[in-house]
């Protein structure tokens, strides 16, 4: 039987700024017991919500990384034949051969349910999956256990996790899923809510250089022709090199210039349109 246990409310930790609507969606989620499924553009703070709600609550994360790949027993658990193989060969283990439960490896949901203590499962671009692992993986979690048919074993959790499930909306997900998540859209920061997420992560920041980099970025960001805009991560790591720089100043941005733009552009196409656009357009 799944114990579950009371957990405080999440208001945010230390790196992550959150809305009002956010915080009262992943509470309400956490109460119901269900699971919340989060879409919005890549860099938009899906993941790193997970990862705000465990450090929060002080609670382990297990992260479940999708790939468009992977079968759900995966994500449940692994028989190790080629160890078994290795060890009925050569003999040298201390694990007894006949004994299938040896070579039994959790996966990450798997591990979820094992756990000692209460986690919180962030099952990651869920949309790389298809329709049938998608389904399928929700009535393991709605059930709470799963089978080792190898050892005719069912595992049940000990406890029921806080599952937060990502989606970079690449595909729609089937409606069967969408109806058995709390679901919540984290649209891209405006400017104000950048302000403040620039100030959690640089408390002594100037006003001139955060104003005139936010402005910056924001223009890059509506660059035609870019295939991956710079995210929230893109614009911090941006900010810090900036800052990193002795030989910086601000007027630099002010005139138009750009500094490190292969900060905020990963891509060589995208870093090729955005230099052209700099020197066009002094952004």
């Not at 009262?24 to 990862?51: Q, R, W, Y």
């Not at 993986?137 to 050892?151: A, C, G, K, S, T």
């Not at 992560?201 to 001139?208: A, K, L, M, T």
Request: charged share 30%.
């Amino acid at each position: 039987m799944v114990e579950t246990n009371s957990l405080n409310k999440f208001t945010g930790a230390s790196k992550y700024v959150l809305d009002e609507e956010l915080a009262k969606i992943v509470n309400i989620s956490m109460e119901l017991e269900m699971p919340l499924l989060l879409k919005g553009e890549p860099g938009t703070g899906k993941t790193m919500l997970a990862h705000a709600i465990a450090e929060a609550l002080n609670m382990r994360l297990i992260v479940l990384n999708v790939k468009s790949s992977m079968k759900l027993v995966d994500a449940l658990y692994q028989y190790d034949t080629l160890t078994r193989l290795n060890d009925s060969r050569f003999g040298d283990s201390k694990r007894d051969v006949s004994n299938i439960e040896e070579y039994i490896r959790m996966g990450k949901i798997g591990q979820a349910f094992v756990s000692d203590e209460k986690v919180v499962l962030l099952i990651d671009e869920i949309d790389k999956a298809d329709t049938d692992f998608q389904d399928d993986m929700l009535d393991v979690l709605d059930q709470m256990e799963f089978d080792i048919i190898e050892i005719d074993k069912t595992i049940k959790a000990k406890h029921r996790p806080v599952i937060i499930i990502t989606s970079n909306a690449k595909k729609d997900l089937s409606d069967p899923f969408l109806g058995r998540c709390n679901f919540h859209h984290i649209a891209f920061p405006e400017p104000d809510m950048m302000r403040k997420i620039v100030s959690v992560h640089f408390p002594d920041i100037s006003r001139e250089l955060m104003e005139s980099a936010i402005k910056t970025f924001y223009s890059l960001r509506e660059v035609r022709g870019v295939e991956k805009k710079p995210a929230t991560r893109e614009l911090i790591n941006w900010i810090r090199a900036l800052r990193a720089d002795p030989d910086f100043q601000v007027k630099d941005l002010v005139k138009g210039e750009v500094p490190y733009l292969g900060v905020l552009f990963k891509k060589s196409q995208d870093y090729a349109i955005a230099r052209q656009a700099v020197s066009r357009y002094r952004i």
